[in-house]
């Protein structure tokens, strides 16, 4: 069975950093992209990095680039994501999740139980 | 970015009702649509992906059907489980895009 366990949410001060864990299981975790997904409160999914199952390749949302670093172990089977220069509008509750086959590797098949990061003063 | 665009936003109807959400896209994605089903404080599901391909363990009442620019999720018979909020997504490159939702309320 497939899980995927978040965490290193909490509360941090705008301007601050985090730095999320998503902790893989059940799967061959170098074989399949995977993906950070935030959803702010009480709003719809915003997709926020992907990375290749190699971790040669990465992708980010023009609304966190350049600050947000997305990373995987595969030695631990653990994606990371680095979370620097933080502002009010980057809270959220930020899900991992794992990408499809070769034919739909942007296809998330399935999700963590998501972190909540707050960026309050 | 590719932007997407579902109608409506909200949605109330019955048990037994067929229902249908429409997922527009602002250039050709071909097939490459996901539809996800959110249930309040939960992690998204997978339903639908390539537009018209069924999820793992995904009841048959739930189908996709579109490509190009417009896409359509139909739900056969309203069941109580399927009360819930609905996302696209596509999947044509990975700067991925979500639809604003769909909330599926009773009636």
């Known amino acids: 069975e497939v899980q995927l366990l978040e965490s290193g949410g909490g509360l941090v001060q705008p301007g601050g950093s985090l730095r999320l864990s998503c902790a893989a299981s059940?799967?061959?975790?170098?074989?399949?992209?995977m993906s950070w997904v935030r959803q702010a409160p009480g709003k719809g999914l915003e997709w926020v990095s992907a990375?290749?199952?190699?971790?040669?390749?990465?992708y980010y949302a023009d609304s966190v680039k350049g600050r947000f670093t997305i990373s995987r172990d595969s030695s631990k089977n653990t994606l990371y994501l680095q979370m620097n220069s933080l502002r009010a509008e980057d809270t959220a509750v930020y899900y991992c999740?794992?990408?499809?086959?070769?034919?739909?590797?942007?296809?998330?098949?399935?999700w963590g139980q998501g972190a909540l990061v707050t960026v309050s003063s | 970015d590719i932007q997407m665009t579902q109608s409506p936003s909200t949605l109330s109807a019955s048990v037994g009702d067929r229902v249908t959400i429409t997922c527009r896209a602002s250039?050709?994605?071909?097939?490459?649509l996901a539809w996800y089903q959110q249930k309040p404080g939960k992690a998204p599901k997978v339903l639908i992906y390539?537009?018209?391909s069924l999820g793992s363990g995904v009841p048959s009442r739930f189908s996709g059907s579109g490509s190009g620019t417009e896409f359509t999720l139909t739900i056969s018979s309203l069941q109580p489980d399927d009360f819930a909020t609905y996302y696209c997504?596509?999947?044509?490159?990975?700067?991925?895009?979500f639809g604003q939702g769909t909330r599926l309320e009773i009636k």
């Open positions: 999740a794992k990408g499809g086959d070769s034919s739909s590797p942007q296809v998330f098949g399935a």
């Open positions: 250039q050709s994605i071909s097939s490459w």
């Open positions: 059940g799967f061959t975790f170098s074989s399949y992209g």
């Open positions: 990375i290749s199952g190699s971790g040669v390749n990465t």
């Open positions: 390539k537009a018209s």
């Open positions: 997504q596509q999947h044509n490159s990975y700067q991925i895009t």
